[in-house]
């Protein structure tokens, strides 16, 4: 089940602190990609977010940049046992059309309270804090495609509208989701692949590693737009 952890990235914000992420909406996100196959161990995808759970005081050159509260619009797949929802009623794997929209806490507080992270390892107090952060995470989602439509594996043009008070997702010029769960500004762009797994369900057990993939893993794209109004 386990494996050594791997990832491939690109993205427009290294060594850039948060506050000057280069995005806000209106914006137009807007490429062709495909996967290697239709399921890959780990998560894979590509969109806005906020890099929300680095915590970097700068060593090694690295950007000075703590915990925030997640805000993202992003094309997601997330094989099992990866369980990425804080709501009961929307999918937490598979391929997803998926935004988070959080308010601000300031984020030395944020910092001191990440310790905390070690009450999720009790699942009744995990089960409490799943619920608390709906109170500040407004998180909506959508399975992409189903019985065989919108293949992963095959070229789709995928694109995200973001808007203040909306994100429009469609694929192939067909909306899969609109949703009034608008991230908060300022986002970068982020392109990825790795073989991680994250899960926090209902049950309040949480389960985090990296799992095995005995073959070759891979997303191309072949186009890329950012296109402000």
Not at 19 to 25: A, D, I, S, T
Not at 177 to 185: K, V
Not at 201 to 225: H, K, M, V, W, Y
Request: proline share 10%; hydrophobic share 45%; aromatic share 12%.
């Amino acid at each position: 089940m386990s494996g050594k952890y791997r990832i491939a990235q690109l993205d427009d914000y290294t060594g850039t602190p948060r506050r000057r992420f280069p995005w806000q909406p209106p914006l137009t996100l807007s490429l062709r990609a495909r996967a290697s196959a239709e399921s890959l161990p780990g998560t894979w995808g590509f969109g806005l977010w906020n890099d929300p759970f680095s915590l970097s005081l700068g060593f090694g050159g690295g950007t000075r940049r703590f915990p925030a509260l997640p805000n993202t619009a992003w094309f997601f797949h997330a094989s099992p046992p990866n369980y990425l929802s804080l709501r009961d009623d929307l999918p937490a794997q598979g391929f997803l059309a998926a935004t988070f929209r959080s308010g601000q806490l300031p984020a030395p507080l944020l910092a001191a309270l990440s310790p905390g992270v070690v009450l999720f390892t009790l699942p009744p107090a995990a089960r409490l804090l799943r619920r608390l952060a709906r109170r500040l995470i407004w998180q909506d989602a959508a399975l992409v495609g189903g019985n065989g439509r919108y293949a992963a594996a095959d070229w789709h043009i995928y694109q995200i509208g973001w808007n203040q008070d909306n994100v429009t997702f469609s694929v192939d010029g067909a909306t899969i989701l609109i949703t009034r769960a608008s991230p908060r500004g300022p986002l970068a762009l982020v392109l990825w692949i790795d073989n991680q797994y994250a899960a926090l369900p209902p049950t309040g057990r949480l389960s985090f590693g990296a799992l095995l993939n005995p073959q070759p893993a891979l997303i191309e794209i072949d186009t890329l737009s950012l296109a402000r109004p």
